[in-house]
């Protein structure tokens, strides 16, 4: 069988509604991951008898909650589309991410689409004219309908 180029095709990106729903999950596994890490730390800090971590968690401002919201948001990024090609939500809505030629995206590529999702209002960037966000355009980075996907790969052999 002979080798074609592949061609990411507007029928295999997923829609905004996957990719607003998409959005809504993560910040939910994400929310729930940060809230976890809270009560790890504030149990071990009882179970220490630490003073010093008790009196850090329980005073935590509206900015260092949002900075270790967004380190932990980072690292859910980075290690499930790294190991995955996808985050948890995007498991659930049947999507891949994936590179311009069909291939599973390298650690850079994840690396500068999760630094990408730091961009002040990049949230935002997805309802412009491209189905995608900076995050995607940047780290030159789709996100696919996993069955349209599958159908494509069996037709063309990727590299």
């Not at 959005?23 to 991951?33: A, N, Q, S, T």
Request: proline share 2%; charged share 20%; hydrophobic share 45%.
């Amino acid at each position: 069988m002979e080798n074609k180029k592949f061609t990411v095709t507007d029928d295999l990106l997923a829609s905004r509604q996957q990719r607003f729903l998409n959005l809504l999950i993560d910040l939910v596994f994400v929310y729930v991951i940060w809230i976890s890490v809270g009560a790890t730390i504030a149990i071990f800090a009882d179970v220490a008898n630490s003073s010093v971590l008790k009196a850090w968690i329980s005073n935590m401002g509206v900015f260092e909650k949002g900075i270790s919201f967004a380190i932990i948001a980072g690292f859910y990024y980075y290690l499930t589309e790294l190991y995955f090609s996808r985050s948890l939500a995007k498991f659930l809505t049947q999507t891949y991410v994936i590179l311009k030629n069909g291939s599973k995206p390298n650690y850079k590529s994840i690396l500068k689409r999760t630094l990408c999702r730091y961009i002040p209002f990049e949230i935002f960037s997805f309802l412009g004219g491209e189905a995608g966000g900076w995050h995607d355009s940047m780290s030159e980075t789709y996100v696919v309908k996993k069955q349209e996907f599958e159908k494509q790969k069996k037709i063309i052999i990727l590299p």
